[in-house]
């Protein structure tokens, strides 16, 4: 069912500008041209506003991002993503053909499920386990009970931050050799290059030697050419910090 958008207040964006689920949102919102508010929540500032009663009663998960829309609360990335798909008017996000789809799928949960909750920023681990907060870290981490999860505590942080990166790479390089065309999954843009330009970003930061990963590296290439892409990207958010601004 696709709503008409007259009369629809703005979603409001309650997300942190380097967040790669925000940032999943900004994008899927870019390219169905949707305007939008932004309330900035900062993970780090004040010991994580994510954490506060008052943002809890918004996103009980205290998680970014969480989206206001239609009047209703949705607070994972790639539900906020298939809801304006399936109401608001634009590009599909999600391709009609069923096998497409489920590649699209296969793909964005891979990303968002199985690679960049692991590779969460160490500063954070590190401070929580300091501080004996481990019920905030598993909150923070999400899939820390997995117990190969917890034999990696103790490394350093671009290792620990390389290594599920790779792990996730390794896998998502051979799929996209199979689905891509131009883009993730054939020639249109979908979820799925939704997903992957974010977690390039954080290969980037977390110094990934991408030449391992040719296919990955081009697809970001051809997708951060899209004024999309660009317009959402962590530096050119309202809470961007002074020094990370382009």
Known sequence: MRLSLAGLAKP???GYFRSSCSWRVRIAFALKGIEFEQVPVN?????????T????????MQQVPAVEIDGITLSQSLAVIQYIDETRPGPRLLPGDPKARAQVRMISDLIASG?????????????LLHEKKLQILIIQVGMLQNLYVLQKIGAEKL?????????GFQALEPILKQTSGKYCVGDEISMADICLVPQVYNAERFKVDLRQYPTIKRLNKT???IE???VSHPSQQPDTPADLRA
């Open 223 to 225: 997708l951060l050419e």
């Open 43 to 51: 993970l780090i500032k004040d010991g994580g506003q994510q954490l």
């Open 115 to 127: 690679v960049q909750p692991l590779q969460v920023d160490a500063r954070l681990v590190f401070s």
């Open 228 to 230: 999309a892409f660009k």
């Open 53 to 60: 009663e008052q943002y809890k009663a918004l996103n009980p």
């Open 159 to 167: 290792q620990w931050a390389q290594h599920f990166i790779d792990r």
């Open 12 to 14: 409001v964006l309650h």
